[in-house]
């Protein structure tokens, strides 16, 4: 029988985690940031961000040297919540490419529904979801889903884990060895503009640094495939530039899928959009074509989307 231990205890050290991955474990709580990012090496995929001090750089080609272009093809998808209900997303075919990605829609448009499927943790009723060629629901997955990095929209982390152990801990869950896991910590810390509360307790964070330290949780182990569920909700107008700049710069071998109802914000950082209504892709282009396109005199993206709605 297990006995009962602290939430936070459970949470580094579950009890049934064989004794290799326990000894992984153990230095995290004990995580010491010395360094600065920028003065380390390897920090691939969050090398050269800033946080949402707004003084990004633009990511050097040559630090995701070891990535390939990642694609996501989705065939005959299906996501229903109750049987007999309509579903919920009813995809035929859609293929999305390496890059930033708007997914855009109005409330219950399936939004949620679709990235948790991206993300393997919903698994459509049909249809098939692959990553580089991989069945993302095929029984042997792990490495599949070991290349997404999810935000989602609701979150929580226990309130008596400090924010360094949160992201050691997603790192430990990923199998990122603990020296490397140093530097990505503080990279993704550092990325989000948390490093002055990287020792705070999570529960004594306000909803809005909450959801930067889940975009850390997303970023930290450097995924193929980002999917962030309405990443701005809730932050202030500075922090929200801050993670349209981090967006933006992340590189371009990285598919990035982000929600969200605010089309300003769509709109500045994503290449492509895709408009889902009632559970279905209404349109799949080139954001500022769609701008132009569907935009009205004054070329505003919130026309664009209004307009394809009334529509369809
Ligand atoms: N757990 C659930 N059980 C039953 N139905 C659900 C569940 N989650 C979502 N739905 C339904 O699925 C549909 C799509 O919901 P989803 O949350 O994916 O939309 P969304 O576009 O993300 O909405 P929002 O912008 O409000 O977050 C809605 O009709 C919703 O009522």
Not at 132 to 152: K, N, S
Request: hydrophobic share 35%.
């Amino acid at each position: 029988m297990l006995r009962r231990q602290p939430l936070a205890r459970q949470v580094l050290q579950g009890p049934e985690r064989p004794r290799r991955q326990r000894r992984l474990g153990r230095p995290v709580r004990r995580l010491v940031l010395r360094q600065p990012l920028h003065r380390r090496e390897g920090s691939g995929l969050l090398q050269g961000l800033r946080g949402p001090g707004l003084e990004s750089r633009r990511l050097q080609p040559q630090s995701l040297g070891h990535l390939q272009p990642v694609s996501v093809v989705l065939s005959g998808i299906q996501c229903t919540y109750r049987i007999g209900d309509r579903p919920a997303v009813s995809i035929e075919s859609l293929e999305l490419t390496a890059g930033p990605v708007g997914l855009v829609g109005v409330n219950g448009a399936g939004k949620s529904t679709l990235l948790r499927t991206l993300a393997g943790a919903r698994r459509p009723q049909a249809g098939s979801v692959t990553l580089g060629g991989e069945e993302l629901y095929h029984r042997h997955r792990r490495t599949v889903v070991q290349q997404i990095g999810y935000m989602p929209q609701e979150i929580q982390f226990p309130a008596e884990l400090r924010v360094t152990q949160v992201l050691a801990y997603v790192c430990w869950l990923r199998g990122i060895p603990s020296r490397t896991a140093k530097a990505r910590t503080a990279g993704a810390i550092e990325a989000v503009g948390l490093t002055d509360r990287a020792g705070q307790l999570t529960g004594q964070l306000s909803g809005g640094m909450r959801r930067r330290l889940a975009l850390a949780a997303a970023l930290v182990s450097e995924p193929r495939l980002l999917l962030l569920d309405e990443p701005t909700t809730g932050l202030d107008p500075e922090q929200r530039a801050g993670v349209r700049a981090i967006i933006s710069n992340l590189d371009q071998e990285c598919l990035t899928v982000m929600s969200s109802h605010v089309m300003e914000d769509v709109a500045s950082v994503t290449a492509r959009i895709v408009v889902l209504h009632e559970g279905s892709v209404i349109y799949h282009g080139d954001t500022p074509a769609f701008v132009e396109e569907r935009g009205g005199p004054g070329r505003s993206a919130e026309h664009a989307f209004l307009s394809t709605i009334a529509g369809s």
